[in-house]
């Protein structure tokens, strides 16, 4: 055989290149007209547009870049007056604006606002006035909980006065982890509904989880079930086809969209719906860190292996649920439901078991109010024994730093798992930038070996605990729809404390040696990115 011959690619070995070459071409092609280019492109030409257009005026016209100037500097003092704004929100964009003055003023003023647009705000402050009549609390219920403690009273009072859900009994909970186990446990409930099914849900992708509960949902609405379904756009921007409400519809799923992702530059853009939950019959809720996509469950290996935990209620306390997804739907639908008939004893004339006091709640960035970081202060700040966090992210603001640094030398146990293997690499550096300040105070960090920790769980004392989908990040604290359930002496405290405690078997402790031995580049970078971790 010739050398020429020998070098020369077999036919089959350019069959096979050319169908890689083919499959290449065509996954570009379908990035490019793609939803998620086509709006990302966009906004970025919208940026650069605004971006030129005001550096070219500013330039040739000094009272332009004067106006401009002064625009900053306007914008600038009304951050820092802002009572209502978060101090590391309020720097971070203060130090972004005088960087930057010429675009610093005018670009907060397009997407970096906090608050939501007038109409979106009063439109849904207009339902929550209507629901929060349905919303009353027991009052026996909190002579019985002050009765126990007066500590856990007053955080279900703060609950009950500004996030206006009610503290029950009568209810039971069981504690759910790893996704895998949620999973398995919401196909039972949903299969077992008769009446009507609830469900909101951040991220929703196509796969074997997705795919066998829209299957059992199918099935329902043929029989006759009330299903409902709620995604946010932007959480399901890759993983769902554009109008894949029409597809729900023509099988009898209900369906709507929180804040259609539109490609035009608006704070309205950080308004997300990060709640996951469901509702079945009125006396069974599912709440947690836990989506509809195949990662959950460990299908399929995203970020090594992924823990995440959720909890399912059964009782009077499912109502705070429901009132809860009514009020989201409403919202969307321009509606008004007749509450009455989703009451948890419409469906279940019995009565239910109880363990313990239970408040789900919700948190939004209507209401002026970072519930979701007040329950967390809540409990830091009056434990005795332990505090064990389970959190994706730890960029927290510095009332929440101090909190657990006080917790800690105050000699409470104050214990964090994060993950091992990051989902963004920003936003862990970002997270590891505070190890060094917590560990110092007596924190003990640990990070989840195998692979990625998504639950939001938060154990104190062996009596409160906290599972939900609510972050310790700005953009859940501060920008999102979220939810979770607050808890005093139930099994699911003792329960998430003891999965809180195994996974410490698969983590790696994070020591001072560990944060010196970064390297300076990498410790420069972090404390730059801690200054706008805010923003991300």
Not at 58 to 84: P, Q
Not at 261 to 278: E, G, I, M, T
Not at 438 to 455: A, D, K, Q, T
Request: charge should be positive; aromatic fraction near 14%; hydrophobic fraction near 40%.
């Amino acid at each position: 055989m010739s050398f020429q011959t020998w070098l020369a690619p077999s036919p089959d070995s350019r069959g096979a290149y050319a169908e890689k070459e083919r499959a290449v071409i065509k996954t570009i092609f379908r990035f490019l007209f793609s939803r998620t280019f086509i709006v990302s492109f966009s906004l970025l030409l919208q940026l650069g547009a605004f971006g030129v257009i005001i550096w070219r005026f500013s330039t040739s016209f000094v009272y332009f870049y004067g106006f401009f100037v002064l625009l900053s500097i306007a914008v600038v003092l009304y951050i820092l007056n802002d009572n209502r704004m978060n101090p590391a929100y309020k720097l971070a964009w203060t130090v972004l604006i005088l960087l930057v003055p010429i675009f610093g003023g005018f670009f907060y003023l397009t997407i970096g606002k906090t608050s939501t647009n007038r109409r979106f705000r009063n439109k849904l402050m207009f339902i929550d006035k209507r629901t929060k009549q349905e919303l009353i609390q027991d009052k026996h219920v909190m002579d019985e909980l002050e009765q126990k403690s007066q500590s856990a009273a007053r955080q279900a009072a703060y609950l009950g006065k500004f996030a206006h859900f009610p503290t029950c009994r009568n209810t039971t909970a069981q504690y759910l982890s790893p996704g895998e186990i949620f999973f398995e446990r919401l196909k039972k409930e949903l299969e077992n509904a008769k009446h009507y099914i609830f469900l909101e849900f951040f991220i929703i992708e196509g796969g074997r989880m997705w795919g066998d509960i829209l299957e059992i949902l199918r099935r329902k609405a043929l029989e006759g079930v009330d299903v409902r379904l709620i995604y946010d756009d932007v959480g399901c921007l890759n993983t769902l086809p554009f109008k894949y409400d029409l597809t729900l519809k023509r099988m009898g799923i209900q369906c709507r969209i929180f804040n259609p992702f539109r490609p035009v530059l608006s704070s309205s853009l950080n308004n997300r719906d990060h709640r996951k939950s469901a509702v079945v019959d009125g006396h069974t809720a599912f709440t947690g860190g836990i989506n509809l996509a195949d990662e959950y469950i460990n299908l399929y290996e995203k970020h090594g292996h992924w823990k995440d935990a959720g909890i399912v209620l059964k009782g009077d306390a499912v109502w705070n649920f429901t009132i809860m997804f009514l009020t989201m739907w409403n919202f969307l639908n321009s509606t008004e439901d007749d509450y009455e008939k989703y009451r948890p004893h419409v469906h279940h004339p019995g009565s239910f078991h109880e363990d313990g006091f239970f408040t789900p709640y919700c948190d939004s960035p209507i209401d002026g109010e970072p519930v979701g970081e007040q329950v967390y202060l809540n409990a830091i700040s009056r434990a005795q024994k332990y505090i064990y966090i389970e959190t994706p992210y730890l960029i927290t603001d510095n009332e929440t730093l101090t909190a657990l640094r006080l917790a800690a030398k105050s000699g409470v146990d104050v214990r964090i798992i994060t993950p091992g293997i990051a989902d963004k690499w920003y936003v862990h550096t970002m997270s590891r930038a505070h190890y060094p300040l917590l560990i110092e105070s007596g924190v003990h960090i640990y990070e989840y070996s195998p692979g990625f920790i998504h639950s939001k769980v938060v154990a104190v004392d062996d009596e409160i605990g906290v599972v939900g989908t609510i972050n310790l990040d700005y953009r859940s604290l501060y920008l999102h729809f979220e939810c979770a359930v607050w808890m005093y002496r139930t099994q699911a405290v003792l329960d998430a404390k003891a999965d809180f405690l195994d996974t410490l078997k698969y983590c790696r402790k994070i020591t001072m040696e560990d944060c010196r031995a970064v390297k300076w580049p990498v410790r420069f970078m972090r404390m730059v990115m801690r200054i706008f971790s805010p923003l991300m």
